[in-house]
């Protein structure tokens, strides 16, 4: 039979839809062609293939080639295809058998000596190809051997590990009872995590207890204080507070990370804390490209997010931030395709409170006019401040507290307060405390009778909007979460205000 059809996977987004490799054998003039909407590195397939056969000691069939990859109006990117492009060329010219093909999935790069190299995307292949068969007992999914650990994250999918063409064509020939391939047995450990420890920071309470806030309900941050206050080494930290992940969340990040080449199964189930510098362009901060690839908005997926320095930010960059911030996701818009990418980050900022940075410093260095001071903040916005939860100072620490010995408490048992404060909020709404919605926040974020005066007080004082109004409510509900408490009373209200001061209160 000279038509062999095989299965692979394309990338799109963060999805992975099925491609049909469909290789034809003809009688004419030699010649190889891909057809299918294929991208410059597919097309490039055929002279990798042609290479990889010939040094395997195959025949290449002198005669017209026909791949098609379906469907059609699907674009085909990467070098993925390689290996279901070769097997399909050997299977329409009789040189493996074609009864077993339609068991597997296929997908791997070939070098020219025929070995497998590791493909991006596995993960998300992977997890699709579960998806499309509930009863994967009988179907394998066959990957480069540095690829299996990553694959194997998705539990009850047979993974076929294999080093080079040979090894795969053996395994296709070979009898039913004597497979060459065998499922990969390998258990990927989870590490533990090792971040800085909040017992490192001397002094700062106040900040130390804003991010427990923050992570215990998943606000976001930004700290406002002069250089050498300890506004980065606090925001490092943060992971190491954090609730642990859950499967779904821990898969969705790692997928993430496969799409874009960036993961290692070693970094399974740990948060991801990305912190881009402040030349970073609005496509490598959101994502883009023709082809569309995730930025870093969606790399922080489930993670933490740090800008240091946001004023240095060019405007235009932050200003892509405040849709994730609300929806959780980015859809990314080309002239032919489009790419929807998860982006529920937790962002920490961190900035200067004047253009010199010393600014209500007690040295009184600061010489910067109130003009200069005002342009310099509101280089951020503010519909973008509106959507950051806690806004904190902070001030330089005492001598007396930078000469004494470390005192402060662990990450651990911060992280164990946080810990029961989500658990919490889990039982009660199923959702951390900063994704309640209108509708949530009416029915569990009622605070008693003086704290709501409390309130409207405030808001009235510092003329907020009804985004402000809701945040402080979740915030004072992460703060009766931390202290066990149902009611939210009017210390919690209070507490909260403080934490939503605009920069030019502070």
């Known amino acids: 039979m000279s038509l062999a059809i095989l299965k692979s996977r394309s990338l799109s987004g963060t999805h992975a839809p099925e491609v049909t490799v469909e290789v034809h054998i003809a009688n004419g003039l030699p010649a190889f062609t891909i057809v299918g909407l294929p991208e410059t590195e597919v097309k490039e397939a055929r002279d990798r293939v042609r290479a990889a056969l010939q040094n395997s000691r195959f025949e290449f069939p002198a005669r017209r080639i026909t791949v098609n990859l379906a469907p059609a109006d699907l674009p085909k990117e990467s070098g993925r295809f390689d290996l279901p492009i070769a097997l399909g060329i050997l299977a329409a010219s009789g040189q493996i058998r074609q009864d077993r093909l339609t068991a597997c999935t296929f997908a791997g790069e070939l070098s020219l000596s025929g070995e497998l190299r590791p493909i991006r995307g596995v993960l998300a292949m992977a997890c699709a190809i579960r998806q499309s068969y509930p009863d994967a007992s009988g179907h394998a999914f066959i990957v480069p051997h540095d690829n299996a650990a990553e694959a194997a994250l998705v539990s009850n999918l047979a993974i076929l590990p294999a080093d080079t063409l040979l090894d795969v064509c053996a395994h296709l020939n070979a009898d039913s009872g004597q497979p060459v391939l065998l499922p990969f047995s390998g258990v990927t450990a989870t590490h533990t995590p090792q971040h800085p420890d909040f017992s490192d920071v001397k002094g700062q309470q106040h900040a130390k207890r804003a991010l427990e806030i923050a992570a215990a309900g998943r606000h976001s941050v930004l700290m406002s204080g002069p250089p050498g206050t300890g506004k980065t080494m606090?925001?490092?930290?943060?992971?190491?507070?954090?609730?642990?992940?859950?499967?779904?969340?821990?898969?969705?990040?790692?997928?993430?990370?496969?799409?874009?080449?960036?993961?290692?199964?070693?970094?399974?189930?740990?948060?991801?804390?990305?912190?881009?510098?402040?030349?970073?362009?609005?496509?490598?901060?959101?994502?883009?490209?023709?082809?569309?690839?995730?930025?870093?908005?969606?790399?922080?997926?489930?993670?933490?997010?740090?800008?240091?320095?946001?004023?240095?930010?060019?405007?235009?960059?932050?200003?892509?931030?405040?849709?994730?911030?609300?929806?959780?996701?980015?859809?990314?818009?080309?002239?032919?395709?489009?790419?929807?990418?998860?982006?529920?980050?937790?962002?920490?900022?961190?900035?200067?409170?004047?253009?010199?940075?010393?600014?209500?410093?007690?040295?009184?260095?600061?010489?910067?006019?109130?003009?200069?001071?005002?342009?310099?903040?509101?280089?951020?916005?503010?519909?973008?401040?509106?959507?950051?939860?806690?806004?904190?100072?902070?001030?330089?620490?005492?001598?007396?507290?930078?000469?004494?010995?470390?005192?402060?408490?662990?990450?651990?048992?911060?992280?164990?307060?946080?810990?029961?404060?989500?658990?919490?909020?889990?039982?009660?709404?199923?959702?951390?405390?900063?994704?309640?919605?209108?509708?949530?926040?009416?029915?569990?974020?009622?605070?008693?009778?003086?704290?709501?005066?409390?309130?409207?007080?405030?808001?009235?004082?510092?003329?907020?909007?009804?985004?402000?109004?809701?945040?402080?409510?979740?915030?004072?509900?992460?703060?009766?979460?931390?202290?066990?408490?149902?009611?939210?009373?009017?210390?919690?209200?209070?507490?909260?205000?403080?934490?939503?001061?605009?920069?030019?209160?502070?």
């Open 234 to 506: 606090l925001a490092s930290r943060l992971a190491g507070i954090l609730p642990p992940m859950t499967e779904q969340e821990a898969m969705e990040s790692a997928a993430i990370g496969s799409i874009n080449g960036t993961f290692s199964p070693s970094q399974w189930k740990i948060r991801p804390f990305r912190a881009p510098h402040h030349t970073a362009s609005a496509v490598a901060l959101i994502g883009g490209g023709s082809i569309p690839r995730p930025g870093e908005v969606s790399l922080a997926h489930q993670g933490v997010l740090f800008l240091d320095e946001l004023p240095e930010f060019d405007r235009h960059v932050l200003e892509v931030l405040r849709e994730p911030l609300e929806s959780g996701h980015i859809v990314i818009s080309r002239a032919a395709r489009q790419a929807d990418f998860p982006a529920r980050f937790q962002l920490v900022a961190a900035m200067n409170p004047c253009p010199c940075g010393y600014h209500g410093h007690p040295s009184g260095k600061c010489q910067c006019t109130p003009d200069a001071i005002a342009r310099y903040q509101r280089k951020i916005s503010g519909p973008l401040l509106d959507r950051i939860d806690i806004q904190i100072q902070i001030n330089a620490p005492k001598q007396e507290e930078l000469l004494k010995q470390p005192d402060g408490e662990s990450s651990a048992a911060i992280a164990a307060r946080v810990g029961r404060a989500f658990d919490l909020q889990m039982m009660r709404q199923g959702k951390p405390n900063h994704l309640l919605t209108v509708r949530e926040i009416d029915t569990f974020c009622v605070p008693e009778k003086t704290g709501e005066q409390l309130l409207r007080a405030a808001m009235s004082r510092f003329m907020w909007s009804a985004r402000a109004y809701h945040r402080v409510l979740k915030i004072a509900r992460t703060i009766a979460d931390l202290a066990g408490t149902e009611t939210i009373l009017p210390e919690h209200i209070a507490e909260a205000i403080q934490y939503r001061r605009a920069l030019k209160d502070m």
